[in-house]
């Protein structure tokens, strides 16, 4: 789940999410400041996500993301072709297992894109 929480621009917002974890563990939520630079030639594109939790309380039954930084770098190299590197460090709060983590960490940004 997730919802818009402020619009500064098309390139500038805030959101809050929640990710599902499976029982007996609590789900995770956030706030996340996303930002997206590009060059000129729409040739890069570097987005930014980091968790910033000022905009909504913690919520119970929930463990709030202590840290969470994912950043994107897109380009083109040839007119067909896009490049996608991306980094993510995270400190998901409370104790999760290292296996169910990084299962979340390939996940996501490939159905991203797949979508």
Excluded: C
Excluded at 12 to 24: G, V
Excluded at 49 to 59: A, C, G, M
Aim: charged content about 25%; aromatic content about 14%.
């Amino acid at each position: 789940m997730s919802y818009l929480i402020k619009k500064l621009s098309p390139y500038d917002l805030y959101y809050y999410t929640e990710t599902s974890i499976p029982w007996p563990m609590e789900n995770r939520d956030a706030v996340v400041h996303l930002r997206i630079a590009r060059d000129s030639l729409q040739r890069f594109m570097k987005v930014t996500s980091e968790n910033e939790n000022r905009f909504v309380p913690q919520k119970e039954g929930k463990v709030r993301v202590v840290r969470s930084l994912i950043n994107w770098y897109v380009t083109m190299p040839t007119a067909k072709t896009i490049s996608i590197v991306y980094t993510f460090e995270a400190d998901p709060g409370g104790s999760l297992p290292a296996w169910l983590v990084n299962s979340f960490a390939d996940k996501g940004p490939y159905e991203s894109f797949k979508n």
